[in-house]
């Protein structure tokens, strides 16, 4: 597994932009899929964002479409989520996971296709 800590998150208005942060300590990022996944209170952990470890690929939910980039940073050992045109509903703790090293399958959804989960950042987004 991998240890997992999330950054970036804040308090800010509809339309603002903020970046989020994924970093890891003890093993390297590039070699594992990295996802995002969001969950606001009292629902269940959603699906954001995902890339593959060798970058070429990325998934995206429908909702965060044309607002949100994946990317990795492998410089820093990071994988970064670029969120822009906030909306007061991607109100939300976001958590960055990490799945199988070296898996080359489909990039998954769901938060069982994911080993290893950072604590969370909150992102809240005001009207």
């Known amino acids: 597994q991998v240890q997992l800590v999330e950054s970036g998150g804040g308090l800010v208005q509809a339309g603002a932009s903020l970046r989020l942060s994924c970093a890891a300590s003890?093993?390297?990022?590039?070699?594992?899929?990295m996802a995002w996944f969001r969950q606001a209170p009292g629902k269940e952990r959603d699906f954001v964002a995902a890339?593959?470890?060798?970058?070429?690929?990325?998934y995206y939910t429908d909702s965060v479409k044309g607002r949100f980039t994946i990317s990795r940073d492998n410089a820093k050992n990071t994988v970064l989520l670029q969120m822009n045109s906030l909306k007061p509903e991607d109100t939300a703790v976001y958590y960055c996971?990490?799945?199988?090293?070296?898996?080359?399958?489909?990039?998954?959804?769901?938060?069982?296709?994911?080993?290893?989960w950072g604590q969370g950042t909150q992102v809240t987004v005001s009207s």
């Open positions: 996971a990490a799945g199988r090293q070296f898996y080359i399958g489909s990039l998954g959804s769901r938060t069982n296709d994911y080993e290893s």
């Open positions: 003890g093993r390297t990022l590039s070699t594992f899929p």
């Open positions: 890339i593959t470890w060798t970058g070429g690929r990325t």
